[in-house]
Each structure stands twice: as C-alpha cells, then as structure tokens.
C-alpha cells in the first residue's frame, strides 16, 4: 500500500499551526542570502528514526528550513484532535438529457468537514475529487484554512 504525504505547502501549514508530532519524511528549504542562487531549493527527507522536524532551531541558524511532513491520516488525526474531523464519501455525478434521462456517470470522492464538539457541519466539497487521497487532501485545506482564521480571529 502506498502512502501518502501531506504536500508542502500543508506541512508549512501545519508548522505554523503549532504540528509538533514526530514523523519520517520532512521538506527541507534551503534559503540563501546571495543574490545568485536560487531561493527555495526544496527537498523531500526520509529518515529511519521518527522525529519532530518543525523544531529545526540550528537548521536555520544556516538558512535550512525543515517542515515535518506526516502522512495524511497523521495529519488529518491531528485536525480532528483540533475539533474538525474530516469525512471523505464517494459519489456519485451524473448527467440528465432534455427528457430527464440518466447518462454519463461518473464516480468521484468528496469531503465534508464537521466539528468534533457536537457534529456541527462545516463545509460540503461536492463530489469533485479523482481518488479518496486528493478528497482527503482537499479537506485537509480546507480545515487548515478554518483552523487558521481561528487562531488569527483569536479563538
């Protein structure tokens, strides 16, 4: 079975949310001060010994950003842990002629996003999604980007 990470531009997120669990991938940045060398040489780490890479204080001591990198049921377990849980669905599209007959169906995956508490309902995604792994990133945006209008708003 092959496993999933969380993009970039998500573990980025998730640093910036306070994601501290210990994992066995990260990004690493590398940002240069010399004007002739390209900024934001990003590179995928592996290592055998889990570890939080988001407490990267020497690294950047030298310019080297290190954003941990869970896989996308430790991220999504962290989000839930937070009160958001996220629920990906198949569905199922479809597309009706002039006299109200069935054709071209299409199976897809969506995303629903609740809060933990009482099972409040957040956001619908609509069945737009190829494979359950792109519903459950998009969801993982989406409650990142609720998360963080909580913690700028001051909840």
């Not at 055998?48 to 204080?57: Q, W």
Request: charged fraction near 25%; hydrophobic fraction near 35%.
């Amino acid at each position: 079975m092959k496993e999933h990470y969380v993009s970039y531009e998500q573990a980025v997120a998730l640093k910036r949310m306070g994601f501290a669990e210990k994992v066995n991938h990260a990004y690493l940045k590398k940002i240069s001060i010399e004007p002739e060398v390209s900024v934001g040489d990003l590179k995928e780490v592996h290592c055998k010994d889990p570890k939080n890479y988001n407490d990267n204080r020497k690294g950047a001591e030298k310019g080297l950003f290190f954003y941990s990198a869970p896989r996308l049921d430790q991220a999504t377990a962290w989000i839930r842990d937070k009160g958001i849980h996220i629920s990906v669905n198949p569905y199922m599209g479809y597309d009706v002629d002039a006299d109200g007959a069935l054709y071209n169906e299409y199976p897809s995956w969506s995303f629903e996003l609740m809060k933990v508490a009482n099972a409040d309902f957040l956001k619908d995604a609509g069945g737009n999604h190829d494979s359950y792994e792109s519903a459950l990133s998009a969801g993982l945006d989406a409650a990142l980007e609720l998360l963080g209008k909580e913690v700028n708003n001051g909840m």
